[in-house]
Structure formats: C-alpha cells, structure tokens
C-alpha cells in the first residue's frame, strides 16, 4: 500500500508546462545543488548535460514533499544516473563533494564571476579565463577589446548585480508608460518575466508593449527609446528590429526564434532615487522620480530593462513567450512540438499538420489550443 501511494504522488509529468511550480518549493538543498551542475556543465559548452541537471533541478521544484530518500526517485521522470547521485550524496552527507569540488574551483568562480558581466556569454568567459585573466582588475588591464555592451556591463558591474526590487520595476513601468504615452496614447506597458511570476526581485524588469489596434505599434519602439535617450534615461541601448519582409513567408516566420520576430530592446535605464533617498539607503524607491542628471552616482541606480513590442494580435503569444521561466517556456514549446505537432513561439502557434495559425485572444486560448490546463504565471516557476 505504501509503494502504491508513493508511485501515486509521483505522477509527475515529465514537462514543465504540465506542472505546477510555486516559487517557494521544499527540495531548495537539492535543487542548489544539482543548479550549480547545470551551470557548470553550460560553463564547459555542454548544453545536454546541463539541460538534465536543470530539468533534474525543476521537476524537484514542483514536489509538495521533500525528498528524503532516493527511493521516491525512482517514480519521477527526467532524474538521470548522474543527478540521481548528486541527490543521494546531499540526502546521505547532507553536501555532495562533487558539487563542492565545483563551487571551490577557480574555473567555476572565474566563469561566473566574468559572466556577471552584462553582454558576456559563456564563449568570452572562457576564453579570458584561457587566456590566463581572473578578476575584473585584470579585464581592465590586459585587455581593451571589449565590445559596447560589454563597457556598459563593466562600467554598471555593482548596480546591475544588485537585484532589482518590484518598487523599482514599478518605477521603470511609469518611465516607460510615461515615454510610451507620448507617442502613442492608449498603448500598454506590461510587466511579464520573473516579476510577473511573483518574484519579489529579478536581475532586470521585463517590459511588453502593445496597441489595441494593431499596426498602430509599428515604429513605436525606437521613438520612445530616442525619447528616453533625450531625457537622459539610458545608459545603453541595442535595438532589434522585427524583419517585417520575412512576414510573407510564413514557413520562414515559424521556423525563426522568438526573439528574432518582435522588436525588441535590451537596454540598462538610469532609475533616479527620488528626492532625499539615497542608493543603498534602506528607503526603498517610491513614485515620485525626478528626471535628473545622472552625476552623482549615490542618487542613481543602473537597471537592465528588457522592451519588448507586439502587434496586438501577437499579444497573448508575447505575454506568454516573456513571462518565462526558461525551463516552463523550453517544455510548452517542446510539449507542442513532440505531444502536438504544433510549433509555438512568442508570436505564433501553428499546426504543422493542418497547415494553420492558431489566433489566441489571452494566455489561457493558447492553453486550449494545446490541451493544456491553464497555469497562472505564480505556478510557472519550473
Ligand atoms: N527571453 C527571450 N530571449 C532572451 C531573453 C529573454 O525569449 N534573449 C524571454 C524568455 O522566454 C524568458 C523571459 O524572457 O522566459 C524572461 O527572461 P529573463 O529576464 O532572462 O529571466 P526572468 O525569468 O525574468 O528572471 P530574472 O528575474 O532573473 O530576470
Ligand atoms: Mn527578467
Ligand atoms: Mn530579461
Ligand atoms: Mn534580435
């Protein structure tokens, strides 16, 4: 009868999108554990390897139990040989060594230390720390071939590695609101990414745009980030335009990335502390900024702010395609794929058998189209 009830409580489905994931879970210990593998293993260019450390990690995150012994493995799906012993050692010894040996390692401190850096991927970590480069001190001095992205990261290092808080978020929404309203009245700024996931704090504040009359966005874009600009707001900006000619084609749109079908912005804004409060000061920020001049660095923070814009038909499919996480979107789009023959991104679903676009008015039609029960972005924390 126990085994019974045990397999019973294991029917965990082998996709994200098929679970329900809070972000408070009670495997933390072990998901940590098994998320430092993940990040190794993507440090050394094996994208496979840390693929199942990561899936291992978020099936983890979605047990309403704690795991406490490897037993209760054996009925969850995407747990391989490897995480397996990573999970026995932490339940047995409470650490695994193995994870250890990868946290003390000065190729796994450089990495991540290096990767910090806004516009730094794995490809340009690794080949500083080859070239023999340790600290952010000696990027500065032996090196002078950075790229425009990479100025700024260095140049913002501490503000962009402190976490963005909601208040500030919410403070970057008015900017851009504000910004946006000029242009195009009656547009809408939507929080999506981790913030709207629930998350208190994120490493950056994710923006999607819109107009309920479709067309009226195109162009808006890169006139609300010259108006930024002009007001001082940012600091860095690199705009990606949607190619609009590729639109005819609708196999080309579909087989393209999400990313490369909307336009979009990564930029890092200069958020002004209101008057009297100071960065680091333990008043957080509150409505009521003030454009200034970014001299004075202690009235001042740097924040990565993602903009995204989408047609309003593309809405629901942006929303969507930008709440995240990674691992709950790689599984909704690897569900459609292999479960459903449909290929979905962040601005199309199509029906690769029918040969047809699935139009959705909200998230939870795009749910419906795929057989899906609807999961509020709170449960979509895999
Ligand atoms: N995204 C994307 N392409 C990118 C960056 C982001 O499609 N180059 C989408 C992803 O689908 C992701 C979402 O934007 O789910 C949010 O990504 P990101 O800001 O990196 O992560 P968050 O979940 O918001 O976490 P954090 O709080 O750390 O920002
Ligand atoms: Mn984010
Ligand atoms: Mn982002
Ligand atoms: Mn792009």
New binding site residues.
């Given amino acids: 009868v126990q085994a019974e009830s045990l397999e019973d409580r294991c029917q965990v489905s082998p996709y994200a999108c098929q679970r329900r994931t809070p972000l408070a879970h009670k495997n933390q210990v072990l998901t940590e554990a098994l998320e430092t593998m993940a990040e190794e293993a993507r440090f050394c260019g094996s994208e496979g390897r840390s693929l199942a450390f990561s899936r291992a990690a978020s099936v983890l995150k979605s047990l309403p139990w704690t795991v406490r012994g490897v037993k209760e493995l054996h009925f969850l799906p995407c747990i391989g040989e490897h995480s397996r012993k990573i999970i026995q050692e932490v339940l047995e010894d409470g650490t695994s060594t193995e994870v250890e040996n990868v946290r003390q390692s000065e190729r796994y401190q450089t990495m991540k230390h290096f990767m910090k850096i806004f516009g730094v991927g794995v490809k340009t970590a690794s080949q500083w720390y080859q070239e023999g480069l340790r600290t952010i001190n000696d990027l500065q001095a032996h090196h002078a071939k950075l790229g425009k992205a990479q100025q700024a990261g260095l140049l913002h290092y501490r503000d962009l590695n402190s976490p963005?808080k909601r208040s500030e978020a919410e403070a970057i929404v008015q900017v851009v609101q504000k910004a946006v309203d000029q242009f195009l009245p009656g547009a809408s700024v939507t929080l999506?990414?981790?913030?709207?996931?629930g998350?208190p704090?994120?490493?950056?504040?994710?923006l999607l745009i819109t107009h309920p009359v479709e067309g009226q966005e195109v162009g808006l874009l890169s006139k609300v980030i010259s108006w930024l600009d002009s007001q001082d707001f940012l600091l860095y900006h690199s705009t990606h335009r949607n190619a609009s000619q590729a639109l005819e084609d609708q196999e080309l749109s579909v087989s393209m990335?999400?990313?490369d079908r909307l336009d979009?912005c990564?930029s890092i804004f200069c958020l002004n502390y209101p008057h009297g409060s100071i960065k680091g000061g333990s008043r957080a920020w509150e409505p009521g900024y003030e454009l200034k001049d970014p001299g004075d660095a202690t009235l001042w923070k740097a924040v990565?702010v993602?903009l995204v814009v989408a047609p309003y038909s593309q809405f629901p499919f942006a929303l969507l395609?930008?709440?995240?996480?990674?691992n709950?979107?790689r599984d909704l789009r690897r569900f459609s794929k292999h479960e459903k023959k449909m290929v979905l991104n962040?601005h199309t679903l199509y029906h690769t058998e029918k040969k047809i676009f699935l139009s959705a008015a909200s998230e939870e039609e795009i749910f419906q189209h795929l057989g899906l029960e609807f999961m509020p972005p709170e449960e979509r924390n895999a």
Avoid: I, L, P, Y
């Avoid at 999506?192 to 996931?197: A, I, L, P, S």
């Avoid at 395609?321 to 990674?326: A, D, E, K, L, M």
């Fill in positions: 963005v999506t990414g981790g913030f709207r996931r998350k704090s994120g490493h950056d504040v994710d990335t999400a990313m979009h990564f990565r993602d395609g930008w709440t995240g996480s990674r709950f979107e962040s």
